[in-house]
């Protein structure tokens, strides 16, 4: 395509060009890309595939879309002042990052955190001689360790100010949280994390010269080109595909990328960075599409990591809704020379690196103040994704029941195998002898097996124990509804690990209500209104904003959704609110009540339209007024997630109502082309009993942790617990013979309480050796956790001049042996006893848990009928049955006959 006259002219006149103002505009999706070949200076910062697309253009630029027969929209004639205007900024940019004040940041936060970061390191100086300032935090940061290295730099281009924002949030995250959170402990301790969150100083401080207040919208350096024309494009500086397409050799055009690859003081300092390190993973932010670039830039073939790439790209996208692509799917134009395509494709003096854009969102490139949090809060998980996967990071994802009564959950009085499935989601490196220990202060569960091996998990793979499964014993006097929560501790390569918490629910509270709308949607209204997207009880179909699926697990297929949708965006809320009520439950007779229920919300587009938003309120009038909001999001790009609500009444209103009713609401507003979605699904309302609250814990007072030359008959002692109800308290100890607390050799509940302090001598009495001990409290009600385990030494003396011998087990062989049907174990406990029996195969899979829990003292039986843990008859053949009593340990070898 030809360019116009007054196209023409207006590029023979470069200082004319420049002089413009800029403009955001729109104008209707474009399948010719040759307006961004004929007018570089044109930038896409939104667009809606197949609908529309805004630019940042000039007058002049405008004006030749106009000559061409677009349709042009001007949405903000001068862009600058309308940032100046709305944007809320002030001196020194209001609550954006100066170059200075990014400089003190460095510096504040390495006197802050001298032990996890460098001092700021300068790796290149630029032409008007500011310094281009890197920083790594990592736990020896003085030290270049065997650990993956990940990178960080914003500002290529200087316009885009919130990418400062966003690279130093996650610096202040990492440094902020290291020693409290685990995650971010994790990546500090096993990853090299650099930051360079102003790569183009010079162009940054001539905004800031320009306009100090902020909303400066200069975009290159500032290197003269002569002709009047200054500044280069750095992202078309590197050496990759250097002057191909989506790059100007015009001096005068915003894309300008230089005279030569790497011509620039500023690309200059990055290769050589980059070279200089082994970098796995990076992100070069930019702004304000919102969207994950990847490779390829300088053309539309894939590269040979696609794969990788998609996958890392869903996964730093989990959460904040962005779309992912190469450079042309999202921004309709071909960039060559960026630094996303040489980080990736050179290798000529670096390794290759899994590297991405990440445009961020928001309403321009000097976004509103209050947009600020929300914008953060996008780019932190994705940027804890991307330093995890740069090395092997193992999680539990799932988790699953077995035995009991064969429900699949916890039940009070069960011993249950619990399974976890890992997932290692390092994209590039396995992970090697991965073990696994699972703990928990919960005082009504005992872990009988607490360690499980699993081996190597491969980069990106997932593996269950189920072979090895963890055993745990619930108590009888659990609670219904009593949450466990489990520590999951995983351990590989000598070096990794990962704290997790897992929580199992033990049996049900009674329902009041408990409705998965598999039975239909008795006494919900869905109320009309003049728009489309009415709230339908339906099975939903899967688009981008509307969850495939509902919330109730298998077999069940409904949900409440705002219309099903048979393509993206068809029969979304549009033209209104689309509002669902619940019928008026009663539930005061309750004490307590809990109120959970899941939901998603989907949306398309962010920051546009205050009408936009999702919100859940409850009532306790009959619906004549909603004053308390339990969910409520605004106008957010949203993916349809399903989310859990839970609350208890008491806590949330001051007290339980005599009724209560929902009103669940998706709404769409004046702004055109959002989509809208919501969803609803799996309502319980509970009795959580009277309100009790447990007691506090006890704090274990003697013996002190460590102890040694204990007497065998030794006194435990706490010091009494605080019951916030005053309520009168007992006491429960409990004493192992190993660290992980999964051998209980003597216990005891009911201790009545003491004067500030409560004892328990320990009967019978405890061989010699190494012991540890917890304790908690109990009202009537409930318990408190376990304190946390101390130990304990004992020596053969009793301190009472008693040397009892030590407790003997007496064992007798399996009959009968062969068998055929059943065969039994025979065996005496002196006292009572921790009991564990299990059967093994010749390859050591375990087949069959026999028993695990306490026994009393006298003669016991077990039998094996010869059938597997899932009830199918076993196979012919030897087999151990390993019993485990108390301290001793005994196998039998039995052989089953067909």
Not at 93 to 104: L, M
Not at 115 to 121: E, G, N, Y
Not at 772 to 788: C, I, K
Request: proline share 5%.
């Amino acid at each position: 395509m030809k360019l116009t006259a007054n196209l023409l002219a207006l590029l023979l006149v470069p200082s004319l060009l420049m002089a413009g103002s800029y403009q955001e505009i729109q104008i209707p999706w474009q399948t010719e890309t040759t307006i961004f070949e004929d007018m570089p200076d044109l930038e896409l910062m939104k667009k809606r595939d197949g609908e529309w697309m805004r630019l940042l253009s000039r007058p002049e630029l405008t004006q030749e879309l106009m000559n061409r027969g677009i349709p042009v929209t001007i949405r903000i004639d001068d862009l600058e002042a309308h940032y100046a205007n709305t944007a809320k900024l002030g001196p020194n940019f209001g609550q954006f990052y100066t170059y200075s004040e990014t400089v003190d940041f460095l510096d504040s936060l390495h006197a802050a955190h001298p032990s996890i970061t460098t001092d700021k390191d300068s790796i290149g100086t630029t032409l008007e001689g500011n310094t281009i300032w890197a920083m790594k935090i990592s736990d020896n940061p003085n030290s270049d360790e065997a650990e993956p290295e990940v990178l960080f730099d914003a500002l290529h281009h200087a316009r885009e100010t919130i990418t400062v924002s966003v690279v130093l949030n996650f610096m202040r995250h990492l440094c902020a949280n290291y020693g409290t959170d685990a995650q971010a402990t994790f990546l500090v301790e096993n990853r090299e994390i650099w930051f360079v969150p102003i790569v183009n100083p010079d162009g940054y401080l001539y905004n800031e010269a320009q306009n100090p207040n902020g909303g400066g919208l200069w975009r290159k350096n500032r290197n003269p080109n002569g002709g009047g024309c200054v500044g280069v494009d750095l992202n078309r500086n590197y050496d990759i595909d250097f002057g191909g397409a989506g790059a100007s050799s015009n001096p005068c055009d915003e894309t300008y990328h230089g005279p030569s690859a790497f011509s620039e003081l500023e690309t200059q300092a990055m290769r050589d960075f980059i070279d200089a390190h082994e970098f796995v993973t990076h992100n070069s932010y930019h702004s304000v599409v919102g969207a994950t670039l990847y490779p390829w830039g300088w053309t539309t073939s894939a590269p040979p990591d696609l794969a990788t790439f998609q996958s890392v790209a869903d996964g730093m996208n989990e959460f904040n809704g962005y779309t992912s692509g190469n450079v042309f799917d999202i921004l309709a134009y071909l960039a060559s020379g960026g630094m996303l395509d040489w980080s990736y494709g050179d290798t000529t003096n670096h390794s290759e690196v899994i590297a991405f854009t990440t445009e961020v969102g928001g309403t321009g490139f000097w976004p509103n103040e209050s947009e600020i949090p929300q914008l953060l809060s996008e780019m932190l998980y994705p940027d804890i994704y991307l330093s995890l996967v740069a090395g092997s990071y193992v999680t539990a994802n799932a988790s699953a029941i077995a035995g009991g009564n064969g429900n699949a959950q916890l039940d009070a009085g069960e011993t249950v195998d619990l399974t976890l499935t890992l997932e290692n989601q390092g994209i590039l490196i396995d992970a090697n002898t991965v073990s696994v220990t699972v703990t928990s202060n919960d005082s009504y569960v005992e872990i009988l097996d607490a360690t499980s091996s699993y081996g190597s998990i491969v980069a990106g793979g997932s593996v269950s124990n189920g072979g090895d499964p963890f055993s745990l014993a619930v108590d009888a006097a659990t609670p219904d509804g009593h949450a466990v929560e489990l520590n999951v501790t995983t351990t590989w390569d000598n070096a990794g690990l990962n704290v997790e918490t897992i929580t199992l629910v033990v049996g049900a509270l009674p329902s009041i209500v408990a409705d998965d709308f598999e039975s239909g949607g008795a006494g919900w209204t869905s109320v009309p209104f003049a728009g489309t997207g009415e709230w339908v009880l339906i099975d939903p179909n899967g688009t981008t904003y509307q969850a495939g699926d509902d919330a109730t697990p298998a077999p069940g297929v409904t949900a409440w959704i705002t219309a099903q949708n048979t393509a993206l965006g068809v029969d979304d809320v549009d033209g209104g609110t689309a509002a669902l009520r619940s019928p008026n439950f009663a539930v005061g007779p309750a004490a307590n009540v809990r109120l959970a229920f899941q939901y998603f919300f989907g949306q398309r587009d962010q920051g546009d339209d205050s009408g936009d938003f999702f919100s859940i309120d409850l009532s306790t009038d009959g619906g004549a007024s909603f004053p308390t909001n339990l969910v409520s999001i605004g106008d957010v790009t949203s993916l349809p997630t399903w989310e859990t609500y839970d609350t208890d009444l008491d806590s949330l209103l001051g007290g339980v109502p005599a009724n209560v009713m929902l009103r669940i609401r998706a709404a769409d507003g004046t702004g055109g082309g959002d989509i809208v979605e919501g969803g609803f699904d799996e309502l319980y309302l509970l009795d959580d009993g009277t309100g009790n609250n447990p007691p506090a814990t006890p704090a274990l007072a003697s013996p002190a942790n460590g102890a040694t030359g204990v007497p065998q008959n030794v006194t435990l002692v706490v010091d009494n617990a605080i019951d916030p109800e005053a309520n009168p308290l007992t006491y429960g100890f409990r004493v192992y013979d190993d660290s992980l607390l999964t051998n209980l050799v003597r216990s005891v509940n009911g201790v009545a309480e003491g004067v500030s302090q409560t004892n328990w001598t320990v009967t019978p009495l405890l061989p010699a050796g190494q012991y540890w001990w917890r304790a908690f409290a109990e009202d009537a009600e409930e318990r408190s956790p376990f304190a946390a385990a101390k130990s304990f030494d004992t020596d053969i003396s009793t301190g009472v001049g008693d040397t009892r011998p030590v407790d003997v087990i007496s064992f007798a062989p399996a009959r009968p042996n062969p068998f055929a049907g059943n065969t039994t174990i025979r065996f005496a406990l002196p006292s009572q006893m921790q009991v564990r029996a299990d059967v093994f195969d010749m390859t050591g899979r375990r087949v069959q848990s026999l028993y695990r829990g306490l026994l009393p003292a006298g003669r016991q039986v077990l039998a094996w009928d010869g059938r597997t843990s899932a009830g199918h008859e076993a196979a012919a053949g030897l087999y151990f049955v390993r019993l485990t009593a108390g301290e001793q340990k005994r196998n039998f070898k039995v052989t089953l006959v067909r």
